[in-house]
């Protein structure tokens, strides 16, 4: 088999990635090198949806489910900063 897979990536990545450079600055206890860690935690929350290209996901998806993804990202991300955040304060008691 001569397949070459290296096109296969979860589409939430690049979008979860801008979105937790887009909010840190509304999060400035979570520092910069904890930034991939919130990264892996939103992406964690999301279902994966792998693609090939990008149009792909706009050819398949009605305008109400790429709403409904924009939504899902941002409330996992959010949530993940929010965990983060509270990981770290509970380590600093201690």
């Given at each position: 088999?001569?397949?070459d897979?290296t096109?296969?990536?979860?589409?939430y990545?690049?979008?979860?990635?801008e979105?937790?450079?887009?909010?840190a600055?509304r999060?400035?206890?979570?520092?910069?090198?904890?930034?991939?860690?919130v990264?892996?935690?939103?992406?964690?929350?999301?279902?994966p949806?792998?693609?090939?290209h990008?149009v792909?996901?706009?050819f398949y998806?009605?305008?109400?489910?790429?709403?409904?993804?924009?939504r899902?990202?941002?409330?996992a991300?959010?949530?993940?900063f929010?965990?983060?955040?509270?990981?770290?304060?509970?380590?600093?008691r201690?």
């Amino acid at each position: 088999m001569h397949a070459d897979f290296t096109s296969i990536r979860n589409h939430y990545e690049r979008p979860v990635l801008e979105a937790v450079a887009a909010m840190a600055a509304r999060y400035p206890f979570v520092r910069d090198d904890q930034l991939p860690d919130v990264a892996c935690v939103a992406l964690n929350r999301l279902p994966p949806r792998y693609i090939r290209h990008e149009v792909d996901l706009a050819f398949y998806l009605t305008a109400k489910e790429h709403i409904e993804i924009e939504r899902s990202i941002e409330e996992a991300v959010r949530y993940a900063f929010e965990f983060v955040q509270a990981r770290t304060a509970m380590r600093a008691r201690t």
